[in-house]
Structure formats: structure tokens, C-alpha cells
């Protein structure tokens, strides 16, 4: 690696623009731009706020350029964009976008029954949600945008196009997130296509990797040089983005990248799509280099961020850090909660619901700040070991250590109380590692990543050498009854009252 390059970091609570720079035989990630990623609620339903989100996107890459040029005397070579999954926008033939991008927490009717998800998980093994793009795109809502539409953008590709006018960027890692792909293929699924009436509105999926075409000149005006940035489609989910960057060798781990969701499993050379995985809610993702992301959705640090927003409107001068720091002189197995309980997807009054699903299960409720962050620490580990020993049960893998990256990974509490519940070791960071894969995939595209190097293994050696890691070693087995408990509890939320 020998350039440098721009890479957008999109999550569903906060963006960055980083540069990517070579350093040794290493990366080094410099940010230039953090900012809030704040949706827009109105009458008709809650959606990305796209024109904030490109002109903060804008603002970062014209300070990563000039940062580059005044450190290397060229631009960046090339950017790249991960995102969520799952949202996306339309345009029309003449380009106009048909709308804002629909938010996933919009509290819209369940529309998952309204396909044949035996069917649909057999084709896709894309496990059945509310949130996914498939049932979402049976929204009545979207009829008419869909009758006026070109395209259809996931929202990699959608800010892609603002950038650089080109379209055409389906990219397999996040197209994977829709419930609308085959992962034996790694193509779209046409029967599905069909089905919704959108054959003519996608464009066919690629393998990241691909140089798309060069930034517009009116993204960043005052920089002329940022006609010769090229982009990339990177891994654009940020999970496969981060699981590029996992430093993990071999094939016993399992991992868990751990932000606003937590996305927990293991990484197969092929998909699983039996009714056993799609009963226990198992879903198929796509990887890099034809690996697949065998995972199941855990609601994450969103129940923490959400309390913090709730005590904060209330009054209470707390941050997620001084929560963080309670949580660790409160007493432990006070309280447990199932964090995919469907009550805990809509944003609102967090604590209200936990002490509400507390006294529904038998439970007392927490009574402080820093009891109510225990107890959604221990759910989450819990969560995390089950959702482990349930992947590795099914796909009939060993898993002797545990990779936990991303914003989760600076959360000690959660990452010592993983390692107790699981009886493995779990190895925290990087913290950055959706960038972090983001700039390697674009090396590698870029030419400056040949041979091993450029393999799936020697990307994971590279990003071992370019960040830190923690590693959390099992201190006691009795806290296996926490997650027995957890298992009764969850089991006791679920059943029908």
C-alpha cells in the first residue's frame, strides 16, 4: 500500500471521513470529519436526512484531500463507502431522486408475512424482518415512488451516484442485506425480482472492487485535485467492510461487530439455508472474496444510546461513558433482558421499557443508571454467547476465540462479561475496523496489493499490524447461569399472554 485513500464510514447514529495512509507495513487512519446521523421525522414516516448527509460527506472528503495533498503532494487515489444495510433510495430516468430514503425504525406495519418467507429463505437465507428491503418494498407507501422509478439505490450506491453522477453500483455485501439475493449465485434471486415487480429496477450485482468512475467537480469546489479521485465499491456493508479488517487467522472464531446493532456468528465458505437456521433466525450475508456471514441480528448498543438520549431529555447531565463506568459498581445478575424483544426496536423512552419488560418477567426493575446499564451488558454478552453456540451447533464449527470489533470493543464491561459467559477468549478491536477494511479493499483495487497480501488472510495480517487489540480471557464459568436465565426469560417474554 502506497497511496492514500478516502473512506466514508456511514453508521446508523454517526458518519466519518478518514484518510488512509501507508505506514510501513501498515495503515494509518487519520480522521477529518465526525458528524451526528440524525433521521428526519415527519407526518408521513421517519427517513435519512440525504442532503445533510452529503454535504457532511462533502465537507469530510474536501479535508481529507487537502489533508493528503499537503501530506503527499497528490490527491487520494481512490474512496470508498460503507453503510447500514437495508435502506435505499429511488431514482427517476431523468436521475431525480424520488423522495428521502426510508428509515428502517419507522414503525411501519409488519409486512413480513405477506411474503412466502419458506420460499423466500430458501432462495435468499436472508432470515424473515420487518426491516428487511423485500418487506419493506410492500409498503403501499412506496407504490407510487416504485411506478416513477429508474433505479433503485441501497444507500452505498445512492451516495455513490450524488458524488460522481454514475450508477450501476449494486454491490454483493450490502445487496445481501435486502432478502433479495441468492447467496450460492451471488446475484440477484429473479423470482423474488419478479415477484415485486422489480426486474428493470436494479442494476446487476458485482464483487467489490470495482473502480466506479471520478468524483464530480462540484462536490468539492475549492479543491481541484478532486477530479482525479476515483470510486471504489468497497465491501459496502459495514459489517463485511469490518469483517474484512478481523483480525482473526484460521477458521474456529466467531465474531461480533458491535455498534448501534450487534451482528453476531461465524464466517463459512458456503450459506446455510436449512428451516433449522431460518427458525432460529439465522441470516446469510455476503463477505468478501465468496465468504459468507453467517449471523443473526442482536439488537446492540442502541438500548445504551437510546437511555443516554431518554436521561438526557429528562435532565440527567449523563454520557454513555459515565453509564459504562456505574454499570461497573453495580451487582451483577440483577436483572436480564432479551435485546431482540420487538418492544426495544422503536426509538423512545428506553428505560421505561426495560423496567417495563423487567416487571413483565418477574423481574425488579433497575433503579439507577448504573443497574439499568448492567443488566442491558449482561443481556447483550448473554445474547452474544447464544446466538455463538446456536451458529456453531448448526453449522457444526469449533469456535475456540471470539473477535469483537468496532464501537462495542472499547466497552471493557461487556467485552470481559462476553468472554465469562462464553468460556472463551475474546479479542477486542479494532475499533475502527468498517474503515479500516474500507481502505484495504480500495488498496487492493487500487493495484498496490498483490499476491498474498491481497488475499482475504494477508488483508486480516496488514490490519492486525495497523491497529490495537485487547485481548479478555475467561475469569469464572458460575456466570454460565446468567445466560440460563437469560434463556428462561427471553422464552418467558416470548410466550403468548
Known sequence: MDGSHVVVDLGAASGRVMLASACADAVRLTEHHRFANTPVDWPTGRYWDLPDLYAQVATGIGAAIAAAVRAHGRPPATLGIATWGVDFGLVDQHGQLLGLPGHYRDGRPDLVDRLDQDEAYQITGVAPQSINTASRLLDERWADALAAADELLLMPALLGYLLTGRRGMAEYTIASTTQLTDPATRRWAPALLDRLGLGGLVAPVHEPGRVVGSLRPQVVPDQPAAGDVSLVTVAGHDTASAMVATPATGADFAFISCGTWALVGLELPTPIRTLVARDAGFTNEGGLDGTTRFLRNVTGLWLLDESVRTWRRQGRHVDAADALAAAADAPPGAALIDPADPGFLPPGDMPARIADYCRRTGQAAPDSIGALTRCV?????????????????????????????GGGSRATLLCQLTADLSGRPVVAGPVEATALGNALVQARAAGELGGSDGSLAGLRERAARSASTTTYQPRRRADRAIVRRFGEISASAAAPR
Not at 453456540?389 to 464449527?397: D, F, K, V, W
Open 377 to 405: 451488558l449482561e443481556s447483550l454478552a448473554a445474547a452474544f454467547c447464544v446466538t455463538i453456540e446456536q451458529a456453531a451447533s448448526i453449522a457444526g464449527r469449533r469456535v475456540e476465540v471470539i473477535h469483537l470489533v
